[in-house]
């Protein structure tokens, strides 16, 4: 039955052109070391080289598609799921289902929210003692170094043992705000914070001022603590949120967890590290091209990338505010939270609540097979797996879809964040003309390249964003509660390279790749969320690789996606041989807080 949701700005459903999925072979440089920091120069200098360079990329391909003259340009991907005439506005309940907690001998088992308040309520175990638990093993400045720092930019020690108090008070005195009073959160270094600084992966710089203390705390983040959530501190992420490895030459690379020779992926990095050692239980990220879903498949998270704005009405066209997660209750718990209406954003506060699907919904997922099959082997082998439990155990219909011009909607898409990216970065400096000049080499290059998109760039790029929310629109509608699924990465990991600490690196080949199915959702504004199902060998050190399987939905199903993961989760703890895998070097906080009193 198809939905009786009202939207504002849904897209005229109608199918795109019916055209082959040519997959090209990018000739980007791969630049290292000197290399690097030649090529940064480069670029920079001379205006020639840089447009050479978005040229080699294909970044401009987009003005070769004929039909899209036949389009209106969206630059703004904003649908926006309507309230009922009638209903006044709410947030969402906190439903008891998502406070249950997981069999204490489930293989692989993380702590979650539900754990922690089921502690805190019990005398077990206090907010404070966690608190006091975590500082010392993620506080930078220590010497020797705490081993899970590198997942943590800043923490404040007098800001977190104070709401920890608070919340210890209200434990002891019986009156909890709810399941996530006390819980320890993390926020990506890109948000507000009362009092803290964001640096947005740079170096500080004094002489900025939008280095200074924010004063007031990014609405999200503010429900959150209003619900008692303690944020321990800020996590790393890459430098400007500009790539996907996760790599940051100046606060270090957060480590991977499951294997520390590949990397978190990024750009939320830290909060893929610190969910993987089982530092906290929920992570907040942003996501502009992948950088919560990216993360979380390579940590083995959960992430959500809600609808564009639904969170936070960011200024992008592209970039949402979304949590991560180690278990599916708490990425919907997080999400429920920090999406309550807010009054003062008008286009946030407008959103009708996401319904969980009944029970009796038809489940369909739509694979467009030429796309998903570029995946390596072993992906292929792990996500085809879940798809069959899916299928065979859970009564999901698979339908073969198509989808036109996802290569060049995607090197349009690359274009786009890069061309955002450097609005951003001369909005944040005293000079604007001096923008890149504290950046890291490899953000030298990519901004420098990214500034040579032209109005026809953009316009195209529009037109084929237009094209495509037509076409899945048209897709939503033939098959109600689609949920288009594919591999989160095409690969399970991406290797470190001995050296990259010292300067960064640039692989556009390797980004391309690694963000092959993601882009779709923020070129569209389209949610989507990404479910650990897997594992597979590494080809260097040690420790198996989480694989990630991503189902994308229609504007506003975010509930439908959080019951999709949850299915997964259910493939993943008790179907799959082994079950969940937790990495060698975890933190067991709550024996550290245990055994510390």
Known sequence: MASTQRFSGYPLPKEGPKTPYTPTVDKNPVLRGWSLVIGAKLVNYSSAIAQATWTNAKFGCVRDIPELHQYDWRLQPVVTPLIPDGVVQSKAEITPELCERQPDDLAGRFHSAADYHELFKSGKLTPLQVANALLPIISRGQKPPAKYESAFAVTREDIVLAAAKKSTERYAAGQPLGVLDGVPIGVKDDMDVEEYTSHMGQPFDPNNPFFEPATKTIWPIAQLEAAGAIVVGKLVMHELGSDVSGCNPHWGTPVNWNNPAYYPGGSSSGGGSALSAGLVPIAIGTDAGGSIRIPASFCGAYGLKP??????????????????????????????????????????????????????????????????????????????????????????????????????????????????????????????????????????????????MSGVDMIKGGQLRGLLMEHLAFLFKKHPNLLIVTPT????????????????????????????????????????????????????????????????????AEEQLLAWAKDAETYLNTVREGGRSRPKDWADVVEIAQSAK
């Open 307 to 452: 609808t564009l704005h639904r969170a936070y009405t960011m200024k992008s066209s592209i970039c949402v505010i979304g949590p991560m997660a180690a278990t599916a209750n708490d990425l919907a718990i997080a999400y429920r939270i920090m999406t309550a209406p807010n009054p003062e954003d008008p286009i946030q506060g407008s959103f009708a609540l996401s319904i969980p699907p009944s029970p009796a919904t038809k489940k369909t997922i739509g694979i467009y097979r030429d796309w998903f099959d570029q995946s390596s082997p072993d992906v292929l082998d792990v996500t085809q797996k879940a798809i069959s439990y899916f299928t065979d155990k859970l009564g999901y219909e698979v339908v073969d879809i198509t989808i036109p011009y996802l290569v060049e909607g995607q090197y349009s898409h690359s274009a786009w964040a890069l061309t955002e990216g450097v609005d951003h970065q001369r909005s944040h400096v005293p000079d604007p003309a001096k923008a890149l000049a504290n950046l890291n080499h490899c953000n030298q290059l990519l901004l420098a390249v990214g500034a040579c």
């Open 489 to 556: 990465v095409p690969e399970a990991g991406w290797k470190i390279h001995p050296g990259d600490q010292a300067y960064g690196f640039s692989d556009g080949n390797a980004t391309i790749r690694t963000m092959m199915y993601i882009w779709l959702a923020n070129a569209t504004g389209c949610p989507a969320v990404s479910a650990p199902v897997g594992y597979v060998d590494a080809e260097v050190g040690e420790g198996k690789l989480p694989v990630g399987l991503m189902a994308m939905g229609e504007w506003g």
